[in-house]
C-alpha cells in the first residue's frame, strides 16, 4: 500500500516540503554576511521547517533552541550547551569549560548517550549564560561561522524581564556568530526588535513568513493526489478552497482526504467528509477554547464563520449584533493576539478552519 505523501504537525522536508524558493534563496545568501534574522510568522505557517532546511543545507554548524523550554537563565545556558556537546568532541570542549567562571557538571546520561548539564542554582545571574554565549563565538571561524536559532524568542521576558539587556549586551560584541530569532507573536517581536527604546532595535533585518502560494500547492497536491486518483485536480481546487493555503491545515486536510481515499475509495463528498471528520476529532479542544472567551469575541467569531463580510462594516454590526465598532476593533485584535484569528494587510480571517467550521455546525445543530 502507498504510504500518505502528506505530513502535518512537525518539521517537514524533502518530498514533504514545497514552495518557499525565494525564502530560502534570500535567508541562505543574507546569513552569508554577518547579518542577523528576525523572522515572525504565525503559528504553524513553516517556520522551523524553512530554517532548519536551509541550515542543514548551509553545512555549517547550528544550535536550534526553543525558548519555550526554557526555565531559567540557568537553564538557558544548560540547553545551549547541551546543544554544543551534539556538536564538539568532549575533550575539545574541556579545555574550554576549565576557563567558565562557574563550572557546570557535566554527566553523561547512560541510556541516551546525551549529556546533562546542571549548573548550580542561582549560582550567579547570567553569569553561565555569558560563559556559555562566549564558548560558542571561541568556538565560531571565519571559515565556519556557527548559526544559533532562538525560536519563540518573545519567551524571553517569561525568564527574566531583563534578559533581552543582557542578550543583547552580549551578542553585539561577537563577530563569529549569525543569530536568528524567530517567533510567532508578531507584536511582541516587533516591540522587541523594532521599538526604538528597546534594546535589540535595528539588530538585524526582520521578514515575515506568509502562506504557501497557492499555485505551487495546487502542484504539489495534484502531483501527490494523482498517485491514487484521476479526480487529483478537483480535489486539490477543493481542498485549498477549504484551507486557504494554510501550510499546516493544507497538509492536514489532504492527509484526511488520502487516508478517505484509501480506506473507501472516491465519492463525490470525500473533501467535506474529510473536513468533518477533522472537525469531529477536535470536537474537546475547540469546546475548551470557545468557552474561555468572552460574550464580544463569541459574536465576533459567530459572524466571521457565517460570512465574509468585513467585521468592521456597519452591516456585519447589524446582521450579528457586535455593537460599536470600537469593541468590534478590541475583540478583533484580542483574537489576533490569541492566534485564533491572522490578520493579513489589514484583513482578518479565523485561522483554523476547522474551528470556523465547528462554529458553523454548533450553532445549527
Ligand atoms: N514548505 C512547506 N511545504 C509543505 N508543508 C509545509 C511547509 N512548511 C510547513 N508545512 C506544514 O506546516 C506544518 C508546520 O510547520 P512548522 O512546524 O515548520 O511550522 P512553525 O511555523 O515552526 O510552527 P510552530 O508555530 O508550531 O512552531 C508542517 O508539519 C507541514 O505540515
Ligand atoms: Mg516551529
Known amino acids: 500500500m502507498k504510504k500518505n505523501p502528506f505530513k502535518f504537525g512537525s518539521v517537514v522536508d524533502g518530498p514533504y516540503f514545497t514552495n518557499r524558493e525565494d525564502e530560502?534563496?534570500?535567508?541562505?545568501?543574507?546569513?552569508?554576511?554577518?547579518?542577523?534574522?528576525?523572522?515572525?510568522?504565525?503559528?504553524?505557517?513553516?517556520?522551523?521547517?524553512?530554517?532548519?532546511?536551509?541550515?542543514?543545507?548551509?553545512?555549517?554548524?547550528?544550535?536550534?533552541?526553543?525558548?519555550?523550554?526554557?526555565?531559567?537563565?540557568?537553564?538557558?545556558?544548560?540547553?545551549?550547551?547541551?546543544?554544543?556537546?551534539?556538536?564538539?568532541?568532549v575533550q575539545k570542549l574541556k579545555s574550554y569549560l576549565k576557563s567558565f567562571r562557574l563550572i557546570p557538571t557535566v554527566t553523561i546520561n547512560p541510556v541516551t548517550g546525551e549529556p546533562e548539564i546542571s549548573f548550580k542554582p542561582g549560582s550567579g545571574e547570567f553569569t553561565p549564560l555569558e560563559d556559555v554565549l562566549n564558548l560558542i563565538e571561541k568556538l565560531s571561524t571565519d571559515e565556519n561561522k556557527m548559526i544559533v536559532v532562538l525560536d519563540e524568542f518573545q519567551d524571553i521576558f517569561r525568564i527574566d524581564t531583563s534578559l533581552d539587556r543582557f542578550l543583547r549586551s552580549v551578542m553585539q560584541n561577537q563577530k563569529h556568530i549569525n543569530y536568528i530569532f524567530m517567533g510567532s507573536s508578531e507584536s511582541m517581536i516587533r516591540e522587541i526588535?523594532?521599538?526604538?527604546?528597546?534594546?535589540?532595535?535595528?539588530?538585524?533585518?526582520?521578514m515575515t513568513l506568509g502562506k504557501i502560494k497557492k499555485d505551487k500547492f495546487r502542484l504539489f497536491l495534484e502531483e501527490k493526489l494523482g498517485d491514487i486518483t484521476a479526480n487529483n485536480k478537483e480535489l486539490s481546487e477543493e481542498i485549498l478552497g477549504i484551507s486557504d493555503s494554510h501550510p499546516?491545515?493544507?497538509?492536514?486536510?489532504?492527509?484526511?482526504?488520502?487516508?478517505?481515499?484509501?480506506?473507501?475509495?472516491?465519492?463525490?463528498?470525500?473533501?467535506?467528509?474529510?473536513?468533518?471528520?477533522?472537525?469531529?476529532?477536535?470536537?474537546?479542544?475547540?469546546?475548551?477554547?470557545?468557552?474561555?472567551?468572552?460574550?464580544?469575541?463569541?459574536?465576533?467569531?459567530?459572524?466571521?464563520?457565517?460570512?465574509?463580510?468585513?467585521?468592521?462594516?456597519?452591516?456585519?454590526?447589524?446582521?450579528?449584533?457586535?455593537?460599536?465598532t470600537s469593541t468590534v476593533f478590541s475583540a478583533l485584535q484580542r483574537l489576533t493576539q490569541k492566534g485564533i484569528l491572522l490578520k493579513e494587510k489589514s484583513i482578518y480571517t479565523i485561522d483554523d478552519p476547522f474551528f470556523k467550521r465547528w462554529i458553523v455546525i454548533r450553532r445549527s445543530e
Request: cysteine-free.
Open 193 to 206: 526588535f523594532e521599538k526604538k527604546s528597546s534594546s535589540f532595535y535595528r539588530f538585524g533585518t526582520l
Open 248 to 324: 499546516y491545515y493544507t497538509q492536514q486536510l489532504a492527509s484526511t482526504v488520502w487516508e478517505l481515499l484509501v480506506r473507501s475509495g472516491l465519492s463525490s463528498d470525500i473533501v467535506e467528509a474529510a473536513a468533518n471528520e477533522i472537525v469531529q476529532s477536535h470536537d474537546n479542544d475547540y469546546e475548551r477554547l470557545w468557552n474561555t472567551l468572552n460574550r464580544t469575541d463569541m459574536t465576533v467569531l459567530n459572524g466571521m464563520s457565517a460570512s465574509d463580510i468585513s467585521p468592521l462594516s456597519d452591516e456585519f454590526s447589524r446582521q450579528y449584533g457586535t455593537g460599536a
Open 24 to 89: 530560502l534563496e534570500k535567508i541562505t545568501s543574507y546569513i552569508k554576511g554577518e547579518n542577523h534574522l528576525i523572522l515572525i510568522s504565525p503559528r504553524r505557517f513553516g517556520k522551523t521547517s524553512l530554517i532548519r532546511k536551509i541550515v542543514n543545507e548551509s553545512k555549517r554548524n547550528y544550535l536550534f533552541l526553543d525558548i519555550q523550554i526554557v526555565l531559567s537563565a540557568d537553564d538557558f545556558a544548560s540547553q545551549l550547551l547541551k546543544r554544543i556537546y551534539r556538536i564538539y568532541p
